[in-house]
Structure formats: C-alpha cells, structure tokens
C-alpha cells in the first residue's frame, strides 16, 4: 500500500503530506508542483488533453468522474482515449512517457465499465491503462468497502491494479466520531490488502469550498494546522 493524500490546491504543503507518512499526493491538477523526496501524480483535464503535464511521478490520473456534464458519454470517451490518450501515454512495450491510471469514478456509476466495452467493441482490444482508481466516502448507510470489493474484482480480473483516488470518512449527525473512526479504520484495513494505493480526501479545508459542506474530512484544522482526529487516525494507519 502506497499512502497518500489529496491536498487543497488552495493550501499546498508538502509537510502536511510527509506528517501522516504519506509518500505521494494528488490535487486535481495538470501541473503539479514538485516536491523533494514527495511523488507528485498529475491529473489530466477533459479538452487538456495536449497540455503540458507536470508533477514528478510517471503515472497520470486521467479525467476526473467524468459523469458530470462537462465530460464525455462513456461512447465518446472510448474514442478520445484511443485517439488523443494511448498514443502519447499509455503503457506499451515503447517506454511511454505516462502509465495511464483509468478516469477517477464512483464505483455506484458504471462508466469505466461501460467505457471498457464501448472500446473493446469499436477496437477489438481492451483500452491500454495502468490502474482502476475509484473514490469513495463513509457515511451512514453506505457501504463503501462492497463498492471498493466490487471495484477490486472488476480491476483485478483484468490483471490491473487499485488505486482509491478519494476516501475519507464522513462526519454525519447519524453517528458518534468514535463510529466515524472505527469506519474508517475499517475500509483502511480493507484497502491495506487489496489497494495498491490510498488518498485522503483531503489535507485542509477552509470550508467554503464548493465540495466542503458534504465532502468536509481534513486531516489538519485550516486554522491552527493541529491535525484532526481523522488526521491522528490516517498518521497512525499503515506504512507510506
């Protein structure tokens, strides 16, 4: 297990990284910033594709939940991946320049699923890539640990790693923290034997942000910079 987190791009900070014993880290970004002795994994944007990308890792995270109306139908994704993305990025036997990680989706919407298909109908081969990556949030009745299982088989039946690209447990008037945290502790232990990694959605949080009032989970107070109990949880779970 390679232990991450998703930073605030807002309040970037590679300490914040390295004090929970994280190794890499992700914000969504194109061009990442670089940090000593951190790997920094960029994000490619849908219409970015011929961008210049930054970070300092050879993998790249490719569109992020791309069922958002922004983004292309899973049909038209199959296309633009096989015309604008394999041929500068994917895995082959040419030294590419990026191993492709699959669009970062809820496992409950299945468009990678349907992407998958859509291209092996129209190529006659599956789509080159590197890793499934899936996000996922605890809260009150949801299982994410069976979304991650169901993820997992689906990744490995095609010999393919997991990567969970968001996760954090949820605060939520329908449990104490002490069940917030044994929940996540519980998906942490899960996805120590099956993820090949894990990112903590995410460092710090003002609270305005547009995503904050339902995915509000940080590791540190935005203030005081004094980590959370989430954040207590994360440093003490795990290697790097």
Known sequence: ??????????????????????????????????????????????????????????????????????????EDGAKLWYDLLEPLYAESAYAPQYKLVAPGISWRKPW???WFDYFRAQYGRWPRFWAVNVHGYS????????????????????GKELWIGE??????????????????????????????????????TRGDEPWAGDYNAPLYEYGSGALTASGTLYAAWGPA
């Open 1 to 74: 297990m390679i232990k991450g987190v998703v930073m605030n791009s807002a309040v970037t900070a590679p300490e914040e990284a390295e004090r929970v014993g994280a190794s890499w880290f992700h914000r969504g970004g194109q061009v990442e910033p670089v940090f000593p002795g951190l790997e920094s994994v960029p994000g490619l944007q849908f219409g970015h594709e011929t961008d210049p990308i930054g970070g300092s890792s050879r993998y790249l995270l490719t569109w992020n939940e791309p069922y958002h109306e922004q983004h292309p139908s899973a």
């Open 112 to 114: 990678v699923q349907k």
């Open 139 to 158: 809260y009150p009745g949801r299982d994410v640990v069976a979304e991650f299982q169901a993820a997992y088989d689906w990744a490995h039946g095609k």
């Open 167 to 204: 996760y954090a447990a949820l605060p939520d008037p329908g449990w104490t923290e002490a069940q917030m945290l044994a929940e996540a502790q519980r998906v942490l232990d899960w996805a120590q034997d099956h993820a090949t990694r894990l990112a903590w959605f995410n460092t710090r």
